[in-house]
């Protein structure tokens, strides 16, 4: 099974997916990548192309703790703080390896997440992950914003194991984001990999550099939602995802 690549789509905030650098691969460059991983399998070599990796923004350097130790010092000393101080010694530290995780999306073997866990199956009707906890930062200020993510995708003979689709919410979510590109990253990233006939992703989200700083409401909150194939061309598609989720918010369940 091959991933098939579209061209990246502009989302909400003026961004396109990817690295936004305005770079395009053809067809032909990335059968070439995937051709020349001998030794993987095709899927696996395609997750891990190049092309795939620029589109996704993924395959990024290990963080530089050192120099972030470096600023996080700076910083303290900037606000006024003593870093020797016994409450801040270790701040640094922890600050660095704090991002290490937190941004850990950049750095996600896709390959090694999807685990092959892609099945074929003869059902064609939508499937939903829903209520599915996501933390992010934003771009804009580095503090967090954090929500719930719902997922479907009418599969074209190909399904993805349940527990793959938290682990891909994670992986675009742990990183600097805005909530619009970061909607539209889960929904390609899933057609990409399924081939699905069609993918709907809809994202709450609670913004602390709102909430904390600037207007300060607390109780304000954005969604966001991307409509792929078969769910943007059918309205009544849409509207039986959403019912979906309104129909199971704030119902308790078995686990």
Same mark, same amino acid.
């Given at each position: 099974?091959?991933?098939? !690549?579209?061209?990246?789509?502009?989302?909400?905030?003026?961004?396109k997916?990817g690295?936004?650098n305005?770079?395009?691969?053809?067809?032909?460059?990335?059968?070439?990548?995937?051709?020349?991983?001998?030794?993987?399998?095709?899927?696996?070599?395609?997750?891990?192309?190049?092309?795939?990796? &620029?589109?996704?923004?993924l395959?990024?350097? &290990?963080?530089?703790?050192d120099a972030?130790?470096?600023a996080?010092?700076?910083?303290?000393?900037?606000?006024g703080?003593?870093?020797?101080?016994?409450?801040? !010694?270790?701040?640094?530290? =922890?600050?660095?390896?704090?991002?290490?995780?937190?941004l850990s999306?950049? =750095?996600?073997?896709?390959a090694?997440?999807?685990n092959n866990?892609?099945f074929?199956?003869?059902?064609?009707?939508?499937?939903?992950?829903?209520?599915?906890e996501?933390?992010?930062?934003?771009?804009?200020?580095m503090?967090?914003?954090?929500?719930h993510?719902?997922?479907?995708?009418?599969?074209?003979?190909?399904?993805?194991?349940?527990?793959?689709?938290? =682990?891909?919410?994670?992986?675009?979510?742990? !990183?600097?984001?805005?909530?619009?590109?970061?909607?539209?990253?889960?929904?390609?990233?899933?057609?990409?990999?399924?081939g699905? !006939?069609?993918v709907?992703?809809?994202?709450?989200?609670?913004?602390?550099c709102?909430?904390?700083?600037?207007?300060?409401?607390?109780?304000?909150?954005?969604?966001?939602?991307?409509?792929?194939? &078969?769910?943007?061309a059918?309205r009544?598609?849409r509207?039986?995802?959403?019912?979906?989720?309104? =129909?199971?918010?704030?119902?308790?369940?078995?686990?």
């Amino acid at each position: 099974m091959t991933t098939k !690549r579209k061209s990246p789509a502009a989302n909400g905030d003026g961004h396109k997916s990817g690295n936004g650098n305005g770079h395009h691969h053809d067809h032909g460059h990335e059968q070439e990548v995937t051709v020349a991983l001998i030794g993987e399998t095709e899927f696996d070599a395609a997750l891990r192309s190049p092309v795939l990796q &620029e589109r996704f923004e993924l395959g990024y350097p &290990e963080v530089d703790q050192d120099a972030i130790k470096q600023a996080v010092t700076q910083i303290l000393i900037a606000v006024g703080e003593d870093p020797n101080r016994e409450g801040l !010694r270790s701040t640094p530290k =922890r600050v660095a390896s704090a991002y290490d995780e937190l941004l850990s999306g950049y =750095r996600t073997d896709a390959a090694e997440l999807v685990n092959n866990a892609i099945f074929d199956v003869e059902y064609d009707d939508m499937i939903i992950v829903r209520d599915i906890e996501y933390f992010s930062l934003c771009e804009h200020h580095m503090l967090p914003f954090m929500g719930h993510a719902h997922v479907a995708y009418i599969p074209d003979q190909k399904v993805i194991g349940l527990s793959k689709i938290p =682990r891909i919410v994670d992986m675009f979510s742990r !990183r600097l984001q805005v909530q619009e590109r970061l909607t539209r990253q889960i929904a390609e990233f899933l057609e990409t990999i399924l081939g699905a !006939r069609g993918v709907a992703v809809t994202l709450d989200g609670a913004h602390m550099c709102s909430m904390m700083r600037g207007v300060q409401k607390c109780h304000s909150g954005m969604t966001t939602s991307a409509w792929l194939g &078969e769910f943007k061309a059918n309205r009544d598609l849409r509207s039986e995802f959403m019912a979906h989720i309104h =129909r199971a918010a704030g119902k308790k369940t078995l686990i």
